[in-house]
């Protein structure tokens, strides 16, 4: 039997698809991956089928960072020109199309082509790729001047994309806690799992004594990943009197945050999660490191999602971290018990190979209903990145200068509801 072949794009998200590539080679499947977006961690895997590629790369990091308009227009007018050979290439030499991270050639618009000449689309999210901007703290982040008619905007837009994607693809791959706009029955992402490559090497378990641990918190955007509060943790954990050696690493390359995460003792990955595992708590994993998650979703996921489906971590209500750490402070078996179950939940389940056997089943149309979630159940209100009273204001901010319209779930009447039983409007 002869496998079809496989293309992956068109950006990276923390090493997510160069491993999803490595699994599927591995299972015999012909597979490119093509990231267009250099990616400042570095993580690699990825393809240069023609040198337009590197052009786009460049292209991409000068769009990014330029301020005036003739630039960015001119750039985006050679990005969008190398991408013509490009698709072209795909399209004669691919089956089946995997899109992560809202990314395609040219803005959606070839998915009715793709699916003219009997393409299979696959569409993973992410969560800031999907979840609804008043959901989310990092688009909404007062810090960068985001507004309340920003917001809507935004919601607005990113409903009429994913209308579009749910149109043309054959499968779409999201949380549950991030899906509020969807319309079409999704896979579950925890279903999937991500496909990690673990360390090789046996790493040592840290054994020190209760007063004396080393806290690891290394955030890709700390506002969203709530490190202001995380600090505040810290702060109470050593007021009272335990001796903490606390680590924060932001902004370095991904081989300093894998050297620390061998020397700390467990990790603190965020506040205001609506996952219990994402990558970072995934990598600690790896080295046998538990990780505590701060999270709303945490009243919620296990009725959506099967017991053993969720990652041994300690998630827990936000205002629940300090418990959560003083607890692996103290009690040693504890900490050491849970980073081996962590260890061998990634390396057993979320390792490249196993993942790739659950998309090499979407890919062959053979997906388990068991697998999918219906989001017109969904109720989680809380969104991610922002603390439950930011949430209720931009909630009740949208519907007051919107409409309850602006909320973008005419489609979901009973959640349109809870929103606004939650915010009081």
């Known amino acids: 039997m002869t496998h079809p ?12 698809h160069a491993n999803l590539k490595r699994g599927l080679e591995n299972l015999g499947y012909a597979c490119t991956f093509i990231n ?28 990014d960072a ?33 899109f992560g991270y809202a990314s395609t050639f040219f803005g959606f618009f070839e998915l009715p082509i793709l699916k003219l000449f009997g393409k299979r689309i696959i569409f993973i999210f992410f969560g800031s790729d999907e979840r609804p901007a008043f959901l989310d703290g990092a688009l909404m982040s007062t810090h960068i001047g985001s507004t309340i008619a920003d917001c809507i905007r935004h919601t607005a837009k990113q409903k009429r994309r994913l209308k579009r994607i749910e149109r ?11 899906a509020h706009l969807h319309e079409k029955k999704f896979v ?8 990690f490559s673990s360390a090789e090497e046996e790493t040592q378990e840290m054994h020190r004594v209760p007063q004396g641990v080393r806290i690891l918190h290394a955030p890709s955007a700390p506002k969203m990943k709530g490190s202001d509060n995380i600090r505040a943790v810290i702060r109470t954990l050593q007021e009272k009197g335990y001796s903490i050696e606390y680590v924060e690493v932001a902004g370095k390359p991904h081989d300093v945050v894998l050297e620390e995460l061998q020397a700390c003792d467990f990790v603190i990955d965020q506040t205001y999660s609506d996952t219990p595992m994402a ?4 990598e600690a994993a790896a080295f046998g490191r538990p990780a505590i998650v701060g999270g709303y979703y ?42 081996r179950k962590a260890r ?9 190979t196993a993942v790739a056997e659950r998309y090499a089943r979407m890919i062959e149309g053979t997906t388990p209903d068991i697998w999918f979630f219906d989001p017109l159940t969904i109720i989680y209100l809380h969104g991610a990145g922002m603390p439950e009273s930011q949430v209720r204001d931009r909630v009740k901010a949208t519907i007051e200068v919107g409409g309850v319209g602006a909320l973008q779930l005419t489609d979901k009447p009973d959640l349109e509801q809870r929103f606004r039983e939650f915010c009081g409007s």
Request: some cysteine; glycine content about 6%; hydrophobic content about 50%.
């Open 5 to 16: 072949r496989i293309f992956i794009g068109l950006t990276e998200v923390a090493g997510y």
């Open 36 to 63: 267009l977006r250099p990616h400042p961690f570095g993580y690699g895997g990825d393809d240069v089928p023609f040198p337009s590629v590197r052009v786009q790369r460049w292209a991409n990091l000068h769009l």
């Open 66 to 98: 330029s301020s005036s308009s003739l630039v960015r227009i001119l750039l985006f007018g050679i990005i969008q020109l190398c991408n013509i050979p490009l698709f072209l290439w795909a399209l004669a030499r691919h089956d089946v199309f995997i």
């Open 168 to 178: 043309y693809a054959d499968v779409l791959v999201s949380n549950p806690a991030s």
């Open 188 to 195: 579950q992402w925890l279903a999937i799992g991500i496909p």
């Open 279 to 282: 990558m970072f708590a995934a």
């Open 298 to 339: 945490v009243d919620h996921i296990h009725g959506n999602v099967s017991e053993q489906l969720i990652p041994p971590v300690i998630y827990c209500h936000p205002d629940k971290i300090v418990e959560a750490a003083e607890r692996l402070i103290i009690d040693e078996t504890f900490r050491l018990d849970l980073g």
């Open 344 to 352: 061998a939940f990634v390396r057993e389940r979320w390792n490249p």
